[in-house]
């Protein structure tokens, strides 16, 4: 079982909408969740890290974070077509004594102007 | 946040020969962590490397195939060897950092890897 799932897409929505991304994980033992955003030939930059149960905002960006059904969402408001990229959603989890930081397939969206 | 430097950004190699990838990080680092992203895949974890001890190697990796050195707390190198055109990937270095309770991965900008 992978780590961390996500739809890969792609998703598509018009400039200025709400875009709403999600994935899920499966090991309980997941300590914190971040939200990457990758452009084509470039690496992951970060864009949301969320800890706890709840919504953090930052900007037009909102994560959401539900322990109890091990799923984690992004919202991305009034969507731009420069955010259309590749979104990562990955975990961080203590294994062999190590943290180590596994990735989703990502969600790759599109913004139409 | 850390500065991570790979090197070679490209390559293109033979397949049966083998590439060593190095990652400088412009600050001491515990852990360093290699990563491989196939054409329209997510990131893949490859192996943990600390500093004075043997990698750590995911499911499905194997050190003959990925052999890793860290030699300091600074630097490290991923070998493919033995290649194949099914290692036709990128590969990157990725680093934990972060001055919060819970730290962050930062990436290189890494290596584009072609096997023909």
């Known amino acids: 079982q992978k780590e961390v799932e996500q739809n890969s897409g792609p998703l598509s929505v018009p400039e200025g909408a709400i875009a709403s991304l999600n994935c899920t994980y499966s090991?309980?033992?997941?300590?914190?969740f971040f939200w990457y955003r990758q452009y084509s030939g470039k690496s992951p930059e970060l864009i949301m890290f969320?800890?706890?149960?709840g919504d953090k905002e930052d900007g037009r960006f909102t994560a959401q974070l539900n322990k109890a059904s091990q799923y984690v969402s992004l919202l991305i408001r009034d969507s731009q077509p420069s955010d259309s990229a590749t979104y990562l959603c990955?975990?961080?989890?203590?294994?062999?004594?190590?943290?180590?930081?596994?990735f989703g397939s990502g969600t790759k969206l599109n913004v139409k102007p | 946040s850390a500065v991570i430097s790979q090197k070679p950004s490209r390559d293109i190699c033979q397949r049966g020969t083998s590439l060593t990838i190095q990652c400088q990080v412009d600050?001491?680092?515990?852990?360093m962590f290699w990563y491989r992203q196939q054409p329209g895949q997510s990131l893949t974890l490859i192996a943990t490397?600390?500093?004075?001890?043997?990698?750590?190697?995911e499911s499905g990796f194997v050190i003959d195939k990925f052999p890793i050195s860290r030699p300091n707390l600074t630097f490290s190198t991923l070998t493919v060897s033995n290649m194949s055109p099914e290692d036709s990937s990128i590969y990157l270095c990725?680093?934990?950092?972060?001055?919060?309770?819970?730290?962050?991965?930062?990436f290189g900008q890494g290596t584009r890897l072609t096997v023909v």
């Open positions: 990725s680093v934990e950092g972060g001055i919060r309770r819970y730290t962050e991965a930062f």
């Open positions: 090991d309980r033992g997941s300590q914190s």
């Open positions: 969320i800890y706890s149960n």
């Open positions: 990955a975990v961080n989890i203590n294994r062999d004594n190590f943290n180590k930081f596994y």
């Open positions: 600050s001491q680092v515990t852990m």
């Open positions: 490397a600390n500093q004075g001890s043997e990698a750590t190697y």
